[in-house]
């Protein structure tokens, strides 16, 4: 493998630098996004790294499990950030953390304990890497799904309260809705699923490949990675839907927006 | 048209055990067997069948009476402490100038927002029945109705019969889009939805604001058919006294949240 020095990376930084100054004349406001955006890439990758190479040197499963939460809680973090329309109070965070535990833990213990087999399961230069893409995708699909419920709730509260007029219950009012929203929290990881290898080849698979590992073994793993990938995602949207739809309604199936925050 | 003449019973506020009533089954939902009659195709004059209830039974018994449906105390932001009756196959109109809070008394009566007091259908309090049911018996018809697929006749779960008829359209209206629906024909329409949901208490917000004079009467008639058939109650907001001269037995006059006064029609 070639390693690479400071000096190759501030080459590749010079295109971003150029593209910054590009920009100044069509959006001032961009320049500044995107050179504060590099500089956090340089800086959270490179604490990372660190904080990874400590850890392969003492892999206990306290530290992997600090680790893991400490990501939980970004992700959890970046779910709520991104929501138009969160759920106010301690809700607009937890939905998406509790969502985010239950499906990417679950299905990366699964893919340690029974797929990898590793001896012990938890070692970080698995579980880690593992965990992350898992909880990125998740994050993903759980942070769309959200954004568009509520605002979907929002934007058709008389519809659905037009439904409950006539006695329909909370989930049938909602039910074209959830539909849409479960669907735009997938398509990333289908439309992935659906061109990987033809039109892209995905990051990790190319990682190992840059790494020099043999083309079908990598092949194999980001495979594996896919597939768990649509089941965590999947599975953290479902999740957060119906966590988020029974919050939209109170006990006695009244549509709350008022339980949202602008 | 003959004014409603089953307002007599509107006074003791006994609370009967759940399930008492004939036409209240054990669980609180209302027992559908007349619906299979109300829908099918029959002569006209039996589109709405006298339905056997509770206070046609007692008056024959001369057991006490329950109040249809009352109202004790309700408020919410814009409400304040509102009480009031109606009895079985009663019509009073409410009214008040805009923004007095008779939208918000209706959707608190529905039960769509968070609202403080009690209010009870045959006795019984709101909190015995499952959301759904009470707010498919204690039915709100909202001054602009919502559509949400292409066809009318998606909005149907069942099968409208003569309400159509009676409100001016044939059976074709079923299949007509939604999108090119005028203004006044949404609402005739959001009404016959409203009734094939077999409602006890109707809480209709100016049903009949966009009718020319012709369909306000077909609404009038229909309204007042289904209430003497069904032993329904009818909380109607309008303003035209013509039409609360025609159809109420009482008016509930509704000014800053405030129930003002009951005149006599």
Redesign the interface.
């Known amino acids: 493998m070639i390693h690479l020095s400071v000096a190759d990376l501030s080459l590749a930084a010079l295109l971003v630098l150029a593209l910054a100054l590009t920009s100044l004349r069509v959006y001032p406001g961009m320049a500044r996004q995107l050179l504060v955006a590099a500089l956090r890439t340089a800086i959270q990758l490179t604490l990372i790294g660190l904080v990874l190479k400590a850890l392969f040197a003492n892999a206990s499963l306290l530290w992997v499990s600090l680790l893991s939460l400490a990501m939980l809680a970004v992700a959890g973090h970046e779910v709520m950030a991104r929501q138009h329309r969160r759920f106010a109070g301690s809700w607009g965070y937890a939905i998406g953390v509790v969502s985010m535990f239950v499906s990417s833990f679950t299905v990366a213990v699964f893919a340690l304990v029974v797929v990898v087999g590793n001896q012990p399961w938890y070692q970080p230069q698995y579980a880690i890497p593992l965990l992350g893409m898992l909880l990125g995708n998740t994050m993903n699909g759980i942070a769309l799904a959200l954004d568009r419920l509520t605002q979907s709730a929002w934007e058709q509260r008389e519809v659905i309260e037009a439904r409950l007029m006539l006695g329909y219950s909370a989930t049938e009012s909602v039910s074209d809705i959830r539909q849409q929203v479960f669907r735009s929290g997938l398509i990333p990881i289908v439309n992935a699923m659906a061109a990987a290898g033809v039109v892209s080849l995905p990051g990790m698979m190319t990682g190992q490949i840059l790494a020099g590992a043999e083309p079908v073994e990598a092949v194999k793993y980001q495979i594996l990675i896919m597939f768990l990938i649509a089941g965590g995602a999947g599975f953290g949207t479902l999740a957060a839907v119906q966590l988020a739809v029974r919050r939209l309604f109170d006990e006695r199936q009244r549509l709350r927006l008022d339980r949202l925050r602008k | 048209m003959s004014r409603s003449t089953r307002s007599g019973v509107t006074s003791c506020n006994t609370h009967a055990p759940a399930g008492q009533g004939i036409a209240v089954r054990k669980d609180g939902r209302y027992d559908g067997r007349f619906g299979a009659r109300f829908f099918s195709s029959s002569p006209a004059s039996a589109v709405f069948p006298r339905v056997f209830t509770r206070q046609s039974f007692h008056s024959t018994k001369g057991r006490q009476r329950v109040t249809f449906f009352e109202v004790r105390h309700l408020s919410r932001p814009g409400l304040k402490a509102i009480s009031f009756s109606l009895a079985a196959g009663e019509l009073v109109c409410l009214s008040g100038p805009s923004g007095a809070g008779k939208t918000l008394l209706l959707r608190a009566l ?5 609202n403080q007091g009690e209010v009870l259908l045959e006795g019984r309090p709101r909190e015995q029945y499952p ?3 009470w ?3 204690v ?4 001054a602009e ?2 559509w ?1 697929s292409a066809t009318v006749g998606e909005h149907f779960d069942s099968r409208p019969g003569e309400l159509l008829q009676r409100l001016g359209f044939s059976s074709a209206v079923l299949d007509w889009r939604v999108d090119r629906l005028s203004s006044g024909e949404k609402q005739r329409l959001a009404l016959a ?2 009734l094939t ?1 077999e409602p006890r208490v109707l809480l209709l917000d100016e049903p009949s604001a966009n009718l020319d004079a012709a369909n306000a009467r077909r609404v009038e008639e229909l309204v007042v058919d289904y209430l003497q058939g069904r032993d329904a109650a009818c909380l109607w907001v309008t303003h035209a006294s013509d039409q609360i001269e025609r159809l109420a037995s009482r008016v509930l006059y509704l000014a800053d949240g405030r129930l003002r006064q009951e005149l006599a029609a």
Not at chain 2, 110 to 114: G, P
Not at chain 2, 139 to 142: F, T
Request: proline share 10%; aromatic share 10%.
């Open positions: 529905a039960d769509l927002d968070l959301p759904t049911e707010r498919r018996l039915a709100y018809l909202p109705s919502r949400w939805r409203l949901r």
